[in-house]
C-alpha cells in the first residue's frame, strides 16, 4: 500500500499526471522546528533538469506545509505536505499509446487495477518519490537532534565502473566514515566522491546518453552515530526495514548491507567483527565492520552501510521491437529526450527512506525502553 | 515485531531455551484441506543433523496442529501450531557467558532489551525460523491450489565456488524453468542442482569445517505459475516485501531479484524486455526475463527469481580473538561442534518466506479485484 | 493515530487553524465514477453556519481532489483530497488562553504532546471530521455500487426528548426501513423524522441556546442492504468496528446496537431472533431483529442499526468557574456564540465513518471469498 | 482478525473443539517479573462451573507458558500461551445441528466462511476469550508496576435491576472509587459490590435459570491511576480503542464511559467539568467526573469508567420456533443446561481488555514523550 511506518509513519499520494504530490506524516514528536526551508533542499537535490546529463523536465517542486506545525514548531498532529505537478501534461505519450513500454509498469498496472492511466504506469513514476523526500527530511530532523545522526548517500557505480567497495578496504572505510553531502553534491551532477572513478563514470553516461540508451548504476550509503539498539526481531530487523524501504523504489534490482553479496566467501574467522573496548566512548565496538552496523537485526553502534542497485532507466529514445497490447509486433520509440542514469537522482531519495526507517525503529525502541524503566524496581 | 503479513498472517514466539516454538496463521482462506502431514516435510527439510555436513544438534521437530481445522480442513480461524524443544539445555552455553560471540547477536541483544537471555541472542537463533516454514507450508498449500504455483529454492553458491547465474545464461534459465524440490533434495546435503560446481562446493565446506571455521554461500528461488497482479504499489511492491522477508532470516547480507547487481551494467537498450505474444497463453509475455517476473513492484506472469546472500556462520569453533562483556581483552572458542554452512539448510525457509508473501500479496489483490467486478457496471 | 481501516483506509490531516485539513484515501478499487461533485454533498450537510440553530462560523469547505483519478474514474491509486480552512484565525482564542476549557481537550494536549497549540485542542476540533467525511463519500459510492447499500442517519434525541427507540416498537422499525436522508434533511436543521417530537427537540435547543448553554443528544444510524458475512472475529467483529468509529467521533459517550442497553433486560426468549424462510430472498431472515444486523460480529443481512451518544457540547458562552492553568481558580467565558447541539451536524458524520467501516469490512471479506472459490476443488 | 494492539499486541487462537486455545503477546517490555502464577488467577476467576448460577462444564484452564521468559522474568520476546481444552466433545451439539441457533453465530459463521464447524459458531465462543485473559494478565503486571494502576470491574445490572449509575451519584462514586476485586468476588458469584440490590439480582438469576431461560446485565469498569496522556487522535482515542475492545466481546450490546447516555441530557453548564487545583498532587484535577476520565480523546488522570451492556444468552433450554438452515420451521431445544446469565462471568474478560487497551496506549505514548525529550535542546 501507501503507507510506510509503524508508530513515525508517511502515507504518499499522487502520480505524475494530476494536481499534486505529497504525503501525511504521523507519529512525529511534537516541538521539533520544522519549517518548509527544512524540507525543501532535499526536495531540490532530489530535482530534475539539474544538469546536462539528466532530463530536461522542468519543476519548481516548492513544497507546502499544510498543518501540523504552528509558529514554527511541530504540535505532534500528522503533517500535510505537497508539491504542485506543474508540467503535467495528459496528453503526451499518447502517441505510444499502443504499446506497454518493456520492462517499465505499463502493461502491470493495467494487468493489475483494471484500468489504464494517462502516465500508464500510474504510480510507478519517479515523481511519487516526492512525498517519500517530504517525510524523509522530517525524519532526518529528529534524527539530527536524538544523536545528531548523519545519513549520506552517494554514487559507488555507473555501469562497469566501480569504487572499490570492499568493507576491508581503507580508502572505502574512510569514505564512509566521512563523506558529506556538501562533498557529494560537489563533485557535479555524477553524485561520486571518488576521484579515481568520477570521470569516468561521467563518460559512460554521456555514451550511453548520445546512444539514447541508458545505464544503471549503485548508490550507496552510510549512516553515523546511530543509536544503539533499533531493530526488531524477528520480522522487522533493520536489514530487513532498509532492504523493504530500498526495493520499494522504482528500479532497484537488489540491496546488500555491511559485506553483503562479497561477504559470503570470506570465511567465518575473518569475517567476524571482534569486539574491543573504546575508552572514548566507555563500551564495546567492533574492530572491523563486515556487520555493517547490524548485528542479530540491531543496529550496534558502528557505521551502517548498505548499497543498492538501480537498473538502466526502461524509458529509453532508441527504437525497440516490442508488441502493441494487442500483440502485435511492432517498434516503440519514446518521443523527448530521457535520463541516461537515474541512479545520480536516487541519492536523496535513499537518504530519505533510510531516515524513515530509522526514526520509526528509533520511537518503537524508545516506547520499550521507556517503559523498561519504567517498570524497574530501582 | 514478531508478525509479518496483512491478510494471510503469520506471528511467531519461540526462542531455542524454551518450551516450544510456533506460530498463529491468520487470514488462512476456509476449506483447505490441511493436517500436519502438510506441514511436516518443510520442517524436516529445515531440521539439523541430517548429514555430516551440518550440525549434530538432534531435534525431532514434529509439529502439531492446535486449533483451526476440524476434520482435515481449515475453518478459517487462526491456526495454531507448535514444535517442541527436545533438545534444550539453559546452560549450555555458560562457559562463554563471560563474552558476546563476534558477528552474533549477543551484545546488541543486550543493548536493546537490558536484559541477558540463556541463549545469547534470544530470537536471533535459527530455531525461530520453525514458525515461519510452518506457516510457509501452509501459504504454499493456498497457492497450489490457486494457480498451481511452485516454489523451488536451491544454493547457488558456496563460498567462491558459483553457479553461472547470469540471467541470460541459458542453461541457468533452463534451471528456472525446470528444478524440482526433489532434484534439489536428491543430490546430497549440498543442495544445488548444478552437478559442474556441486563437487566443488562440498569439498569447500569440508574444507571450513575442518578448519573449525565457517563458510556462506547463496541461496536462489524461483517461482512458477504466480499469478499476474501481485504487489502493492508503492511501498509494497512484491520485490520489497521479498526483500524485507528474505533479509528478515538470520544470518542474511544481501538480496536482489531478476538481473541484480549484474543488471546494472547492462544498458537499458540490452536489460529491457520486450513484449511477445503467446499464442498458448493468449496474451502478452517477455522475450527475456531480465525483470524477474516483476514489473513495476507487480508480478507480470513470468519466472520470479532472486538470490539471498547468507553469511558464513558467526559461531565458529576455532579460537577468535575479541573482548568480555567488560571489554577486558581475551580468547573465545565455542564449545561443540557447529555448522560450517548454514546455507544448504536455508534453502526451505526462503521457500517458506517466499509463500507467505505471495499468499498475502493475492489475497490482498483478490479483494480489490473482487471488489472491482462487483461495482462494475457490466 | 490518524489512520482507520485495514484494505480501505483513510489517513487524515488538519486542524483548525492551519492551512487546510483533509485526507488520503488508500485500497479504493479502480474504475469507480468519482469527482468532487460526489464528496461535496456529504461535506456540505456537515458544514456549520446552515441555520440559526448552529454556529455562525461560515465555511466554504469546497473539497478538491488532488490525485488518484482520471477523467472522472478512480485508477486504484491513493485519493488524495483537501479543503481549505478559510476562516482562520490563530489569534481568536488568545483571551481565553489562561484558561484549559472545562471537558475539553486544552488541558489533555498539553500533557500528552507537551506543547500548546493555537487551538487548544488541535486535533480534537470538529474541523478534523472533514476528512473523514470526505473519505466516507468514497466509501458510500463504493458500497452503494456492490448492493445498493444505504446508510442513514438521523437525531433519534435532543436532552430528554427522544424519540421511541424501542427495537420491538412498530413505528421506529417503520423508520429504519424507510428513511431517507431527503427526509432527514427536509425536516429542518434538527434532523430528526419524527415529527411527534421534532418541535419539542427545537424547543430544547433554543431554551438552551437563550441560556447560553448546550445540550446532547443522540443520533441512530441505519444500514439497509448490507452484505452477508462482514465483520471479522474475533477482535474486529462489526459492532467493534462500528463502536471505535463512532467513539473516535469528538464528543460521543455511548454506543449501542440492536437491542442495546434496553437489551440486556429482555430475557433471551424474547430477545433471541427466530430465524424464517424468506421465499423472495431464497434465504433464510430474522423475525425480530434484536440483533442489528449483526449476529457473531457478523452482519446477517437484516438492517444494521445503532445509536451514538453525543455529549453536551463542552463550549459554552455562559460564564464557568474554573481554575488556569496554573491552577487559580477564575471565570471563563468563551467569546462569541456557540453551537447549543452539535448533534444534528454529526449526522452527515455518523454515515461517513459507518461507510467507511463497512467498505474495509467488505474489501476483507471479497479478499476471503474469493480466495476460498479460488482454492475449491469445484 | 484475531490481533489487537499496536506495539503492545496480543494474537489469539482457539476455539472450543479443538486442542487448546491460547495467544502470542508480542512487545512486553523486558525485565517483568513473569509466571504461571501470575496469569492463573484471571483465568480462574473467567472459569465457567464456579457456582450453581453458572453452567456445569468443568475446564481446569491450567495455563502454559511457552516462550519470552527465563528464571521468571520477560525476555522482551513474545510470550506464547495456551490452555489445554480438556472438556471438548465435537459429537456434543450434533442433535441440533438441523438448526442455526437463533442470535447466535452458526448461521453468520456458515455465511461468512462457507464451512460449518463442529461448533457452529466457531470462534464466537466465549472460549476464545481465554487468550484474551491470559495476554490481559500480563498487561495489567505491566500497568500495575508503572503507576500501581488497579482495573476493577463489576456487575452494575442483571435484567432490570440496577445500581445506580448516575455520575453525580455520591454511593456509585464511593464505589467507583473504593472498589476491589476481593470484595467483588466475596460477595458471591453475582459479583455486584451493592448489597442494595445484590439479592434481588441473585433472584432474578434464579427466576429465568428455573424457567430454561436467560439474561442480560450490565458490567461497570473503574481504573484507577491512570498515567494522564494516554489516547490517540484522532482515530484511536482512548475510548474508542476501549468501545472497540469491549465490543469485540461476545454478546455485547453497548458501551458508555463517564455520563454516557444519561449525559446526553444534562447541560453542558452542568455536564462540564471544572478544573481545581490539587495540593497533593500540585497538578489540576476536575472536580467532578462527568467525562470519565478521558478528555479530547485523552486520560486526564482521574478515574476511567464505563459500562458493558451484556445481552441475554443466546443458547436457551427451552423451546424455541424457529427455522431449519434449509428453511423449514421447526422447534429448537438447547440439550443440557446452560448458564441463565454470562455477565458475572464476564467481568475479568472486560478486566482484561482494559488492560490490553491501557497498555498499548501507555508504551505507544512513552514513544512519543521519550523522543520529545530526547529531541529536546534543554
Redesign the interface.
Request: with cysteine; aromatic share 6%; hydrophobic share 30%.
Given at each position: 500500500?501507501?503507507?510506510?511506518g509503524?508508530?513515525f509513519?508517511v502515507?504518499?499520494?499522487?502520480?505524475s499526471?494530476?494536481?499534486?504530490?505529497?504525503c501525511?506524516v504521523?507519529?512525529c514528536?511534537?516541538?521539533?522546528a520544522l519549517t518548509e526551508d527544512d524540507v525543501q533542499p532535499q526536495l531540490t537535490r532530489r530535482r530534475p533538469g539539474q544538469s546536462k546529463l539528466s532530463t530536461p523536465r522542468n519543476e519548481k517542486d516548492q513544497v507546502?506545509?499544510?498543518?501540523?506545525?504552528?509558529h514554527g514548531?511541530?504540535?505532534?498532529?500528522?503533517?500535510?505536505m505537497?508539491v504542485k505537478n506543474q508540467d503535467h501534461r495528459?496528453g503526451d505519450y499518447s502517441e505510444t499509446d499502443l504499446?506497454?513500454r518493456?520492462?517499465?509498469?505499463?502493461?502491470?498496472?493495467i494487468?493489475?487495477?483494471?484500468?489504464k492511466?494517462?502516465s500508464g504506469?500510474?504510480?510507478?513514476s519517479a515523481r511519487?518519490t516526492i512525498g517519500r523526500v517530504a517525510a524523509g527530511a522530517v525524519a532526518e530532523k529528529?534524527l539530527a537532534?536524538?544523536?545528531n545522526v548523519e545519513i549520506v548517500a552517494f554514487v559507488s557505480?555507473i555501469?562497469?565502473v566501480s569504487m572499490n567497495r570492499d568493507p576491508q578496504d581503507e580508502t572505502f572505510q574512510k569514505v564512509l566514515q566521512t563523506v558529506t553531502r556538501e562533498e557529494v553534491d560537489g563533485v557535479g551532477p555524477i553524485r561520486c566522491p571518488d576521484e579515481g572513478v568520477r570521470e569516468e563514470m561521467v563518460k559512460v553516461i554521456e555514451k550511453?546518453r548520445d546512444?539514447k540508451?541508458?545505464?544503471?548504476?549503485?548508490v550507496t550509503c552510510v549512516v553515523r552515530n546511530c543509536p544503539?539498539?533499533l531493530?526488531?526481531?524477528?520480522?522487522?530487523?533493520l536489514?530487513?526495514?532498509?532492504?523493504?524501504?530500498?526495493?520499494?523504489l522504482?528500479a532497484?534490482?537488489?540491496?546488500?548491507?555491511?559485506?553483503?553479496?562479497a561477504?559470503?566467501?570470506?570465511?567465518?574467522?575473518k569475517?567476524?567483527?571482534?569486539?574491543?573496548?573504546d575508552e572514548t566512548k566507555q563500551?564495546?565496538t567492533?574492530k572491523t565492520n563486515?556487520?555493517?552496523g547490524i548485528?542479530?537485526?540491531?543496529?550496534?553502534g558502528e557505521n551502517i552501510y548498505f548499497s543498492v542497485?538501480?537498473?538502466?532507466?526502461?524509458?529509453?529514445s532508441?527504437e525497440?521491437?516490442?508488441?502493441t497490447?494487442e500483440?502485435?509486433?511492432g517498434v516503440l520509440a519514446a518521443r523527448g529526450r530521457h535520463d541516461p542514469s537515474v541512479t545520480p537522482r536516487a541519492v536523496p531519495i535513499v537518504e530519505a527512506m533510510t531516515a524513515l526507517v530509522l526514526c520509526d525503529a528509533?520511537?518503537?525502541?524508545?516506547?520499550?525502553?521507556?517503559?523498561?524503566l519504567?517498570?524497574?524496581d530501582n
Amino acid at each position: 500500500m501507501s503507507s510506510f511506518g509503524t508508530i513515525f509513519k508517511v502515507t504518499t499520494f499522487g502520480e505524475s499526471h494530476c494536481d499534486s504530490v505529497g504525503c501525511i506524516v504521523e507519529g512525529c514528536p511534537p516541538g521539533l522546528a520544522l519549517t518548509e526551508d527544512d524540507v525543501q533542499p532535499q526536495l531540490t537535490r532530489r530535482r530534475p533538469g539539474q544538469s546536462k546529463l539528466s532530463t530536461p523536465r522542468n519543476e519548481k517542486d516548492q513544497v507546502k506545509i499544510h498543518s501540523g506545525t504552528e509558529h514554527g514548531y511541530t504540535l505532534g498532529s500528522p503533517i500535510g505536505m505537497s508539491v504542485k505537478n506543474q508540467d503535467h501534461r495528459p496528453g503526451d505519450y499518447s502517441e505510444t499509446d499502443l504499446y506497454p513500454r518493456p520492462s517499465h509498469a505499463d502493461w502491470t498496472y493495467i494487468q493489475k487495477y483494471g484500468v489504464k492511466s494517462a502516465s500508464g504506469g500510474g504510480r510507478s513514476s519517479a515523481r511519487e518519490t516526492i512525498g517519500r523526500v517530504a517525510a524523509g527530511a522530517v525524519a532526518e530532523k529528529v534524527l539530527a537532534k536524538v544523536n545528531n545522526v548523519e545519513i549520506v548517500a552517494f554514487v559507488s557505480s555507473i555501469g562497469n565502473v566501480s569504487m572499490n567497495r570492499d568493507p576491508q578496504d581503507e580508502t572505502f572505510q574512510k569514505v564512509l566514515q566521512t563523506v558529506t553531502r556538501e562533498e557529494v553534491d560537489g563533485v557535479g551532477p555524477i553524485r561520486c566522491p571518488d576521484e579515481g572513478v568520477r570521470e569516468e563514470m561521467v563518460k559512460v553516461i554521456e555514451k550511453y546518453r548520445d546512444a539514447k540508451d541508458s545505464i544503471g548504476g549503485v548508490v550507496t550509503c552510510v549512516v553515523r552515530n546511530c543509536p544503539i539498539g533499533l531493530g526488531e526481531p524477528c520480522f522487522d530487523k533493520l536489514e530487513a526495514k532498509l532492504a523493504h524501504a530500498m526495493l520499494s523504489l522504482p528500479a532497484t534490482k537488489g540491496f546488500e548491507f555491511g559485506s553483503g553479496f562479497a561477504g559470503t566467501q570470506i570465511p567465518g574467522s575473518k569475517h567476524n567483527d571482534p569486539f574491543v573496548w573504546d575508552e572514548t566512548k566507555q563500551r564495546l565496538t567492533t574492530k572491523t565492520n563486515n556487520s555493517g552496523g547490524i548485528q542479530g537485526g540491531i543496529s550496534n553502534g558502528e557505521n551502517i552501510y548498505f548499497s543498492v542497485a538501480f537498473k538502466s532507466a526502461a524509458t529509453i529514445s532508441q527504437e525497440q521491437e516490442t508488441a502493441t497490447y494487442e500483440g502485435k509486433s511492432g517498434v516503440l520509440a519514446a518521443r523527448g529526450r530521457h535520463d541516461p542514469s537515474v541512479t545520480p537522482r536516487a541519492v536523496p531519495i535513499v537518504e530519505a527512506m533510510t531516515a524513515l526507517v530509522l526514526c520509526d525503529a528509533y520511537m518503537i525502541q524508545q516506547s520499550r525502553n521507556a517503559t523498561r524503566l519504567s517498570i524497574s524496581d530501582n
